[in-house]
T-cell receptor, first 113, second 116 residues
Framework: QKEVEQNSGPLSVPEGAIASLNCTYS??????FFWYRQYSGKSPELIMS????GDKEDGRFTAQLNKASQYVSLLIRDSQPSDSATYLC?????????????FGKGTTLSVSS | DGGITQSPKYLFRKEGQNVTLSCEQN?????MYWYRQDPGQGLRLIYY???????QKGDIAEGYSVSREKKESFPLTVTSAQKNPTAFYLC???????????????FGDGTRLSIL
């Protein structure tokens, strides 16, 4: 069973703090990793993609990938109330040519002002 | 503007009725997908299509059907065989899934389906 696991939360952080969101996946051969943000009642919005081990930064967001540990994380620096949303981790599993992404259930982030 | 358009935004189904959800994209993407999202749950794949006139079942295809007659369009029919259709339905597309699958998926705004 190919799985993507996330803590459901809620993760509560004060405004200006760093929020750390974590995701583990079951397939060691996975190649592509994505983070989506989903506001309540809305559709998911792509915020980060990462394909190689290490860190990838984009503004206040940093994605971190460790394929040996089968772990991908998202750091949000200087968290704002507008960052309050559910964050979905999505992974493309190896040996599933042409298949869609496997999504975790999401972590709900709450940023208090 | 390029994007993915889903319609209607809200849909109500009567007992024993088939309903069709529309998904159109003008991004020139090859691959299209349908997901279902239940409250507090992640996205579950219903069907996907990599090219015109071809599509594959996802994890929860029972009670659903699709067609891909045009590159731009990938409608989803929720049949009367789907006994628990109430959910948020999301259509997505990507450039080309292929074997590398490095391309992210982009989503439409979704359709909320409820039973009357």
């Amino acid at each position: 069973q190919k799985e993507v696991e996330q803590n459901s939360g809620p993760l509560s952080v004060p405004e200006g703090a760093i929020a750390s969101l974590n995701c583990t996946y079951s397939d060691r051969g996975s190649q592509s990793f994505f983070w989506y943000r989903q506001y309540s009642g809305k559709s998911p919005e792509l915020i980060m993609s990462i394909y190689s081990n290490g860190d990838k930064e984009d503004g206040r967001f940093t994605a971190q990938l460790n394929k040996a540990s089968q772990y991908v994380s998202l750091l949000i620096r200087d968290s704002q109330p507008s960052d309050s949303a559910t964050y979905l981790c999505a992974v493309n599993m190896a040996n599933q040519a042409g298949t869609a992404l496997i999504f975790g259930k999401g972590t709900t982030l709450s940023v208090s002002s | 503007d390029g994007g993915i358009t889903q319609s209607p935004k809200y849909l109500f189904r009567k007992e024993g009725q088939n309903v069709t959800l529309s998904c159109e994209q003008n991004l020139n993407h090859d691959a299209m997908y349908w997901y279902r999202q239940d409250p507090g749950q992640g996205l579950r794949l219903i069907y996907y299509s990599q090219i015109v006139n071809d599509f594959q079942k996802g994890d929860i295809a029972e009670g659903y059907s699709v067609s891909r007659e045009k590159k731009e369009s990938f409608p989803l029919t929720v049949t009367s065989a789907q006994k628990n259709p109430t959910a948020f339905y999301l259509c997505a597309s990507s450039i080309d899934q292929g074997t590398a699958s490095n391309q992210p998926q982009h989503f439409g705004d979704g359709t909320r389906l409820s039973i009357l």
